[in-house]
Structures are given as C-alpha cells and as structure tokens.
C-alpha cells in the first residue's frame, strides 16, 4: 500500500496530515468509479486534483465530504478513521465542502444563506459581518432570494461559508464552473487568501491553470485513479499529455 | 346586516380550520416531497382519541386536548416519518401516493375496529357549546373564536418561525437541496422528521377543532374526507406558499357557508353543490395553475422494474387464464361463481390503470367514479325488456365506454399540464364531484328537453348484458365472457405496449423533457391514454353494475376505489397480472374473508368479538400492504415470477409442481375437500414450488455466486471441526496452516494435491 504523497516536497514533511484517503474504492450502483485512490491533504496545503470530465475528481470529493460512503479503504481526519461518516458530522468536525455547481439555496435569501453557516455556534451577526467584509457586495443584496444573483456573487456567498464557519480543511469542487475568467481569479485569490489564515484545501478543477498558481500539491485523476502526482511544475508540463492523450 | 355577519363568522372558522389542516399539508409537502393523502384520516384519528379521553374516559378538556394536539399528533408523525416516509425517496410517485393512502386505509379501518361505527358518538365543543361572546350582535362561541384566533396566531407564528427561527430556515433549506444542507452540517431526515410531527400535529388539532364545527357526529369516513377538502387550498399555494394556502382556505370557508346560506329554498342541488365545493375549486385550481417546468435534470433513477412481455408471451398467458378460468369453474361450488366474477369486473377496472399508471406514469384515483359514468350512461341508454327479461344491449355497453373515454379526457384536460401529483388530486376532485353532485342526481330535472333522474331513488337496477346470441343472465357464461374479455384486453394492452405509442408512453413516464425534445406532443399522450383508460374503466363500470344487479352511492365510495388502487400497485401496476391481483383482492377475498368471519360469528356466538376482531385485522392487513409497496415497489406479482424464473433450468421441479397441482384438483374435484382447501392448498402450492426447488436442484436453481455462498454455508467453519468425527489429515493440515503451527506431515499423495491446490489459488490471487 502506497500512500502517494511526495515526501521530497518541501512543506509537506513537516506538516501532519489533515485529511487522508487511504486506498479508496467507491461505487455508484454496482458501477465502481474510484478504484483505490491514496490522496492526503496536509495542514496548510493547497492539494490540486485535475484531470479531465468522468475522472472521478468530484466522486473523490464526495467521499472525502462524507456525501457519498467508500466501499472499500479509509478515509481519516486529522490522523483519526472517520469510516461511513455523514456529511452533516464531517461539517460540524471542520470540513468544509463547496459542492459542484453553486452551494447556495436559492430560494432563501442571502442572509437566510449566512446563518445557515452558524451551525458551528457563531452568532448570526458575526457571520454576517465578516462575509459582508470580504465581498461587500452581499451586504447590498442581503434581503435578496440567493438564486436571483449571479454566478459570481452566488461563488462568493457559497464561499463565505469557508470564511465564517473557520473550518479545518475545505473542499472545492469545480469553483470555476459558469464563471467569467476575471471571476475566478477573484475567488482563488479569496482561496489563497484562506489558505494563508491556516486552512487547508483540497481543489478538484477542469481547467488546471487557474488553480495550479495557488497549489502546492497537484494531482492528475484519470479512470478513477490518481494518475500522477508531483510539484505543480511538473504537472503543468505533464498535463498537455494527459489531456490531449497518452 | 345581521344574517350576513352570522354567515361571514362561520365561513371564517370553517375556513380558519381548513387554514389549519392545509398548512400541515403543505408542510410535510415541501419537506419531504411526500403528498400525505392520510392527512385527514390523521385529522380524524385525533377527533376521536379526543372524543375517548374527554367523552368516554372524563379527562378534563385541556388534558385530552394537549394529550391529542401536543403528544400523540407529533408523535405520529414521527412514528410516520421514521417508519414509511424516510424510505420514499426514489421511488415513483405512484409508490409515495399509494403508500399514504394505505395509511389512510389503514387508519380509517383501525378507528372503525376501536370505535364501532354503528354506534352513534357525538363531540361537543371545546368549553361547551354555551360558553359565548358576542360580536356586533352575533354569537360566537368561544370554540368559533379559538379557531379563528388559532389560525391567525398559526398564520403569523409559522411566518415567524420559517424566517426568523433556524429549523424554519433548514426546513426551507431542504427544500432546495438536501445534500449542501449536510454538507452545511444539518441533518437533513431530522429537520423532515420535525416537519412531518408539526405538520401530523396540525393535522390533529384541525381534527379536534373540525368535528363540533361540522356538526358535532364522529364518523370515520366523513371527518377524512372533510380534511381532503382542504387539497384545494394546499393546491391554490402550489404545495409550496403558506400564505396563499390560507387565502385560499379562508375564501374556501366562506364561499362553502355562503352557498348554503343564500341560495333560494326551491335550489335541491344546492346542498350537493355544497358538499362538492371544495373538490370544484380544487379543479378550478388545477385549471389556473401555471405550466410546470419540464427539466430534463431531476429524473433521478427509481427502484421500480418492469419487464415488457412479449405479444406472444401474453396471449400464451391469456389462453392459461382462460383455461385455467375454465377449470375453477367446474368445481367452484355455485356461490362462488357471483365472487368469482365480482373479481374478474374488478379486475377489468384495475386494468384501466396499467396503461396510465404502469406505462404512462400518471395516476388515476378514481376509477370507480369513471365506472359510474359509463353505469349511469349504460342504463339510460342500453336497457331493453322489462322485469327478468330485460336486458342490457351492445348500445348500453359501447355508449357507457366513450361516453366515460370522453369524460375522461374532459377531467384530465386542467391537469394534463402537470405531473402525476397534480393529475391524481384531479382525478380525485372529480371522485367527489361525481359522488356528491352526480351520484345524488336523484330526482328528475329538465335535462336538454328530456326530464330524466342521472341516479333515479339513488339506486340503478342494471340487468345482465345479452350481446347478440350470447345471453349472460347465466352466471357460468358470464364468468367464462368476463374471462375471455379480461384476457383480450390484457393482451390488447400488451400489444399496445410493444407499439411504438407504448414505448412513446414509457419514455414520457420516464422524462417527460427528453420526449418533449424527441418531438412528441405530451398534451396528446397524455389525453389518449387517458381516455383509453377512463374507457376501460367505464366498461368495466357497466359490467360491474349488471353483475350486482343493482348499484347505489356505496358502489363508487372513494374508499373503494382507493383500495383498488392501492391493491393493484401492490400487485405491480405496470402488469396486466397486477390488475388481476387488484380486482381479486377487492372482488374475491374481500368479500369472501369478511363473508366468512361474519358467517362465523353468527354460527359461534361465543366467539363473535374474536371472529369480529379478524375481519377488521384482515383489513388492516391489507392496508400494511400497500404500505409494504415501498419494500417491493414493481409488485407481488413480479416478485412471484421472478422467483419462478430460475425454475426453467429446473423442468424435473416443474413438472413435479404441475403433478401436484393436477393431483389437488382431481382430489376437489370428486369432492375429497371443498373449495376453501383447494384455494389454500393451491396458494401455498404456488408460492413453495421455488423454495423446494431451490432445495431439491440448488444446481440449477441458483447462481454461481449464490451457489457458492450456500456451499460455503454448508461447509463448517474451522472452529467446529472435529467436534463431531475426529479430524482427517488434509483437515488437520488446513487446521495448521490456518493456525500458523509447523503442519505436521500428510500422506505423499494428498500433500502433493494440497499443495498444488494452493499454489494454483496463490497464482490466482496474485496480480500479475
């Protein structure tokens, strides 16, 4: 069994493990999608997962969100198995999830949005001021049905999620998904930003540019199984390859 | 002045009670996505455990009422959730809709089993009927005044609570997408949990405050239908909006009181007209209901399975059926011939349902309601001779069924721009108007130049058919006719199946969008297989009629045709055999268990309560089916065919199977034993045969993998070898190995075979 994280990155060494996928097999059905997938994610990271559509990048983040049990394998939080956890306990533990698409309900308004991040035991009026600081935008549409915004502040309201409940390790899945390029590099920065207030992100993302600037860890997933895994340079190079085939 | 103002209080409390009921209809609705049609049967199950502590046990009234509204309500409703409704969600909608109406079943029986519905029980109001006000010179009780202030508190309070409180805004949250409120650490099945025990105790305190509002009588079937008329109101704020359901509630209460209050004396219909407002405003609703959104995204995978058969396939079955028909006949003592084909008519009108329900996905309530079109049509029309010679003609037959075709697809029309939901509660509205307006159509009126009676003294006398040559006044004929028609048309419908209009049926079922963009008119699809069913519902309709002899307003109770529904479902309504399944267990066993208990109770005296006692547990019986539908969505039937699937590869069992069958039959047939031993020995018969095949030929009965499990069942497991025979050398030396001790050396010959069976599972094992 090899746990596939480089040892020769710099920061990695050091840093204990926040979240770890140990050999993991996870099935939609009877159709297995991730067939053994070794995956850690350390304190103060930034972990990349590329790779093209059907990948499994998005089934990784579900198991690793609680969403969806592994069949087979571990998944551990902070060092502890945490086997056949719900989505709901993983939350409340610390990791964060933005699911696919917008993680936003968007028939309640933006404020009603907010305090549904005061699940952890912050005040409702603590969550709100500090998302309305980050993107004070929101303030202006606090009353507003979240659905009728736009991508982009749908993005920032999903996010500041991330910024109000101080969570441990946050998983994104496709933030780029819909959004204008000038957008998305608002939101990394707003990730980068994070991950200098000690959290750790997993990433999973199709367009590998936008998110590799940030990373210090990058994966490339393909038929359900981390195909590579190095030093963002090296992945860039390698990319070209593994999209264009090979 | 003062007459309108009496008017306006009480169309305001029985709105205000309607208010009540609608919102915890909606509430569970938005939560969990499930539409509790046993919402008023919950109503009515409070009134009476209220009318037992406070009437029967002399609890003071606000120890009965908090007992009922704030323990037991909630508490069902948990009960409910955590039982039934968790498990509903991918399953169709048909599943969810015959899930909650076996609860209603099921609740409507338990309560007529506790509280006998011979005797008449009466609840007062809250603090008596004379405690008062008064109110610009009218009286309104203080139980009138509760209702009213109650629904206003619960208009303003719900308000409060799905914006300001946290387990509102989650309930609203759910909603949208249940899996981002997990991931926003809330759990999802708590927050529906606690909606379904609000919504159950709403449900409880409308039943209490309704019943001295309504007249005071506690009758089981009238207080759940009394709930049902608050659907229209759920339906006005589209199962989703709080404040619309009470507008529509309030307007509901006021325009039912008004109508009873200003109509001229010399209007007879108004009283009906009464009576079935609620379900015409239901259809209005319907009407002015905005289109839905098709969306191509939300089909989510069901658990239900249907396998097509083939033309070839049916008509093979039909001959069986016929035959086998054919066969009972010759044993069947003579009153059973009249069950017999009470369940084949029933059968005939759950069939209507396989192509609309089974292939189309779309849910008719109410197929009893189109059989009484097609009687009342029939019997206008198709009535030759007088007295024992009469007759009912082709005319009366084939004019029943487009008639009701036609009916059908007037019905359908408002909903045909919904889904299967909205069209049920249609089909159901159109139940009631048909049992409270048309069925009481008792005395003659001026219709289009002919004074004619619709329901002439509220009872049809409807002769059998006679078709040409073929005279059905004689009862075996009529069984073998029925048989016959109930095997064409269970082919036809096949047939249709295999055409291109039944695989078009199939694909709306399964994603209307994906059918729409494929170019097919849904509006169409959907009217015609509704009219084919609405026909065939009716024709059954008429056969049913002149096989009773005659029929009253107890023939099309909605009940009846709830149960129907729900049988068939439970039989597996995408197959003709499911039909059959349905209309057995309503025309046959029904009658015959009933029957029989009650023929029991009367020849053993001393055992009346116990035998009473089995024929209202045989009812709630066949309510926990249909609730056990969620476990086995696709049917009994399927089930029982694909346990006889494998049998194929087994002949020898088979064969043996029919030998057995052949040797009950003949055994009857001299008169060894009578009927009732034949149906049992048959039915335990049918359901043994896989079992004991399973056990004679486990070879070529089961799967590799379950062969391979069942041998490893067989083979005991190391810790109990040598318990009962002292150990083998090769066991010794597995002992050992699997122990980890040096083995102790085998005779030459079987360790070379041991050896080479391992290291032939080690090169298997190993990956390349």
Known sequence: ?246 | MDLFLTYTILGLVLGSVYAIAASGLVLTYTTSGIFNFAHGAQAMLAAFLYWQFKVAWGMPTLVAFVLVVCVIGPLLGIVLYNVLMKGLRDVEEVTKVVVTVAVLLGMVALSQWIWDPTQARKMDMLFGSSTSIDVFGVVVRYHELLCVVSAIALAVALRLVFTRTRLGVTMRAVVDDPDLLRLNGYNPERIAMSSWALGSGLAAFAGVLVTPVAGGSLEANTLTLLVIDTFAAAMFGRLRSIPRTFACAIALGLVVTYAGGYAPTQWDWVSNFKAALPMVVLFLVLLVLPQDRLRGTSQTRTRERARVPSVRQAAVWGLAFVAIMYLILQVASPIMVGPLIAALVFAVIALSLVPLTGYAGEINLAPLSFGAIGVIVAFHTGIVGTGLAARLNWVGIVAGTIVTALVGGLVALPALRLRGLYLALGTMAFGGIVSTLVIKEIQPRHWFGLDIALFPAGILVVPPPKIGPLDMAKESTFLMTLAVLFAVLGIGIVALRNTGYGRRLAAMKDSPAATAMLGQSLVKLKLSVFMLSAGIAGLGGILMASTAGSVSAENFLIVVSLSLVMLTVVGGVSHVSGALFGGVMVGLVFTLISGTFSGLAIEHPEFESLFGSFAHLFAIAVALMGIGVNQNPTGVVHQICESYRPLRNARPVLYAGGAVAAGVYVLNYVGVYGDWWLAILMFCGVLLLPIVGRIWMPERMMTPAELAEHEARRTPPPELMGLDQPLSDTERFELDLLLGLPPRPLPLQEFAEELEQLTGKDEVHAPA
């Open chain 1, 1 to 246: 069994m090899t746990i596939t994280a480089p040892a020769a990155h710099a920061t990695a060494v050091v840093a204990p493990p926040i979240l770890e996928l140990i050999d993991v097999r996870a099935s939609y059905g009877p159709i297995e999608v991730l067939h053994g997938v070794d995956l850690i994610v350390r304190a103060g990271q930034v972990v990349a997962l590329l790779g093209p559509n059907g990948g499994g990048k998005s089934t990784t983040v579900k198991v690793a969100a609680g969403l969806l049990p592994a069949t087979s394998g571990e998944v551990r939080y902070a060092g502890r198995p945490v086997e056949g956890i719900a989505a709901q306990d993983a939350a409340s533990l610390g990791v964060c999830t933005i699911p696919e698409g917008r993680g936003i309900f968007p028939n309640l308004s933006v404020r009603e949005n907010l305090w549904l991040a005061t699940g952890t035991g912050t005040s409702r009026a603590r969550v709100e001021e500090a998302a309305y600081r980050r993107f004070p935008i929101l303030a202006d549409r606090r009353n507003q049905l979240a659905g009728s915004m736009s991508g982009g502040e749908q993005q920032m309201l999903a996010l500041s999620r991330a910024l109000t409940t101080d969570p441990a390790v946050l998983l994104l899945d496709e933030l780029s998904m819909g959004l204008a390029p000038m957008i998305v590099s608002q939101m990394y920065d707003t990730v980068a930003q994070l991950v200098e207030e000690g959290i750790s992100v997993l990433v999973a993302e199709q367009f590998a540019r936008t998110v590799l600037p940030i990373a210090d860890v990058a994966a490339v997933m393909l038929h359900g199984r981390i195909a590579a895994v190095g030093s963002p340079a090296e992945i860039d190079a390698d990319l070209s390859t593994t999209y264009l085939g090979g």
